[in-house]
């Protein structure tokens, strides 16, 4: 607590260079700073409480004092254990008025190297907005905020928790070790949180995939909006800025040379094309692994050869998991690649790399290289290097994606709250896409930064294209 805040980060007199960092990357996000001009006067999200989890790094500074220049009141945490810039989550907590010993910004509950105890104890801060008030809405990244509010309020309609079970990951006995605790000291707190929710916006796939799951067994509890899933998100960030991160990732960590070794990309959706073109673009010979026939046909278009994880186990310099899914390298597999190989991850969970099974190997060895870099050395003397312990090492390594690609990503953020929390009767209890002339808004408010000349159809040519000259442009079932 320091004036009247609340908050836990790492060093709060860092603030002053995540406040210059994000003055560089203000200019970088012009569509946010752009919505923040629109929506000034109206103010759209006053009276909003956003409980925010999604990276706490310096673009995600610049997203919070949006949401708060709109209105809003915030409390924030990191979704990932490694990804917050400590100097972020400073400038955030201090805020563009304060100072460190009067912060004047948002409760930030996040640092660089949590325990996952710290994890959920910091994402259960997130709720309390004094005097007895909830969050009225939620910023998610990965789903780890709904799932804990859904679980919270089923296990006290309930009136308890079940035991974890012998096979649970680790996160979800500790998840339901959190849920056990508050459900002793307060049996009907998730309860009322639900009742105040307007809804949540979901920044990435594997989140709305776990929404979609929740609203297919009857269970979601109130409206979301998928924003992962706006053209101006996935086609972007998932590509163009793991292009960016991702060799970023692997050079911070190790500085090893790309070109000529053999990467291995494990899944060719949005984010494993991103990965692909940046291994490519420094020269290394890359293969891919999928299991859906529409994403191998298109790698093998692209050139690259669609083989199984088997095939190369033994040749690959670079292995790169991008799946979302679970069980993608194993234990085995591991202890079969050559000395040094790089083993990596930049899917949203760490169930890609087994790691519980790595460490169980007898007499492996495990060796920190530096942070987020370890070596596991084998009994018979090979080793492999894994980086940031099986999670997402762009984030973990380096700092993520660069800010104007993650300004495609916020805008439709801001957007997504200003629409569910200022139109609810718009948005049932389901999983919603945002309507494709925002889609198209948020494209059109990064293009003058970057020179570009868009043609304007003529009232013949709309007519004779069937659409008007003003959007949406293409059909909803277009795929681009
Ligand atoms: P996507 O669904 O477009 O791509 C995943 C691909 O993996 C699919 O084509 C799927 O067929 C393939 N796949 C699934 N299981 C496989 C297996 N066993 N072997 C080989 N391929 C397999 O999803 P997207 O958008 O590319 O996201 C992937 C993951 O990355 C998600 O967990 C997402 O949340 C995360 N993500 C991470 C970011 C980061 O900064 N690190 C940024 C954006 C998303």
Redesign the pocket.
Known sequence: HRNGLDFAVADLSLARAGRHQMRLAEHEMPGLMAVRREFAAAQPLRGARIAGSLHMTIQTAVLIETLVALGAEVRWVSCNIFSTQDEAAAAAVVGPTGTVDRPAGVPVFAWKGETLEDYWWCTTQLFDFGDSRGPNMIVDD?GDVTQLVHLGAEYEAAGAVPAPADGDHPEHRLLLQTLRAGLDADSKRFTRIVAQLRGVTEE????VTRLYRLAREGRLLFPAINV?DAVTK?KF??KY??RH?LADGLNRATDVMMGGKLAVV????????GAVEALRGQGARVVV????PI?ALQAAMEGLQVVR?DDVVATGDIFIT????T??ITAEQMAGMKHNAIVGN????DDEIDMAGLGRIPGIVRVEIKPQVHEWRFPDGHAVIVLSEGR?F??GNAT??PSFVMSTSFTNQVIAQIELFTRPEAYDRRVHVLPKHLDEKVARLHLDALGVRLTTLTDRQADYLGIDAEGPYKPDHYRY
């Open positions: 990965g990435t796939t594997i989140g992962n996935s960030d998932n800025g793991i991160s494990c899944g060719y959706g949005d984010v494993g094309k692994t999928e299991i859906d994403c994880l991008t799946t979302g899914g069980d993608i930049v899917g949203h969970f997402l762009n984030l993520g994606h």
